[in-house]
């Protein structure tokens, strides 16, 4: 048995760094993230079997975060040593959002050892691994194990993932949830969406020619519920009308979850 660093790595303010390396190591050959190895599909039977004991969600297997792992893998055994990052290396969520990876968390483990027997029981003997691969907050996993010179470099990363759906699903539901509180109109128009959209993307102020009473920007990893000054505002009767708009993330924070606006008309 060789090696496990401390690895704890979750991240809800994600970092905003691009990829910077080269994402495969010419020595192993390319592998599709379709594909599994034994030590592989062995790690993620063994983290859902310690998962289903304790009545906590399964996880599914994701193949953009399984090619964010073989890109870490990768470096892993080219530098035949552990870390979370290397000297020139993408930290852990600019590689999961490079590799299309959609999430508002996400974590990983990493470890070097004979097998991968070996690496899961380490992990699990670990405080902050154990807590990585048992947290109820992440549903998805992407693995990656390399052989090199008798032993396996191992990468679990993890991610709460967030459900893709166009900017009109996004401002659809939204609007369904201000509408249900049945205490404002929505503005529909097309210059009222683009409108709200470009005051989504903008950092301070608004867009458009009429002014809004109140205008909230928020990001959140679900549509199913309004934050709750803005349900406070929308109940109190001070105002008419709404807008809202959604914007996709700016450059350095690609893979924030949705981003919304909603502009508030007396």
């Not at 079997?49 to 297997?61: G, S």
């Not at 892993?76 to 600019?94: N, V, Y």
């Not at 029981?121 to 992440?138: C, F, Q, T």
Request: proline share 5%; aromatic share 6%; charged share 20%.
């Amino acid at each position: 048995m060789k090696q496990l660093r401390p690895s704890t790595h979750l991240l809800l303010a994600l970092a905003t760094a691009i990829c910077l390396i080269p994402c495969a190591v010419a020595k192993h050959p390319a592998k599709s993230a379709d594909t599994t190895t034994v030590a592989e599909q062995y790690l993620l039977s063994a983290a859902n079997q310690e998962r289903a004991a304790r009545n906590l969600p399964l996880l599914h297997r994701d193949s953009n975060l399984a090619r964010a792992a073989d890109q870490h893998a990768q470096a892993m055994a080219r530098h035949q040593s552990i870390s979370h990052q290397f000297p020139g290396e993408a930290a852990l969520a600019s590689r999961g959002a490079s590799m299309g990876v959609a999430f508002n968390r996400i974590s990983e483990n990493v470890a070097e050892a004979p097998s991968a027997v070996q690496i899961h029981d380490m992990w699990m003997h670990s405080e902050g691994h154990r807590a990585n691969l048992l947290d109820p907050a992440v549903d998805a996993v992407g693995i990656r194990v390399i052989a090199r010179n008798g032993e396996l470099y191992a990468v679990e990363d993890f991610a709460r993932t967030v459900p893709s759906a166009s900017l009109e699903d996004q401002e659809f539901a939204i609007r369904a949830l201000i509408a249900h509180m049945g205490k404002i109109a929505l503005a529909s128009t097309p210059d009222d969406i683009s409108a709200a959209r470009h005051t989504c993307a903008m950092t301070t102020g608004f867009a458009g020619a009429r002014k809004p009473t109140y205008t909230m920007r928020f990001s959140s990893g679900s549509l199913d519920q309004l934050p709750s000054e803005l349900k406070t505002r929308v109940a109190s009767g001070r105002y008419h009308q709404a807008a809202v708009g959604a914007c996709a993330g700016s450059s350095s924070e690609p893979f924030t979850s949705y981003n919304i606006a909603v502009l508030l008309y007396p």
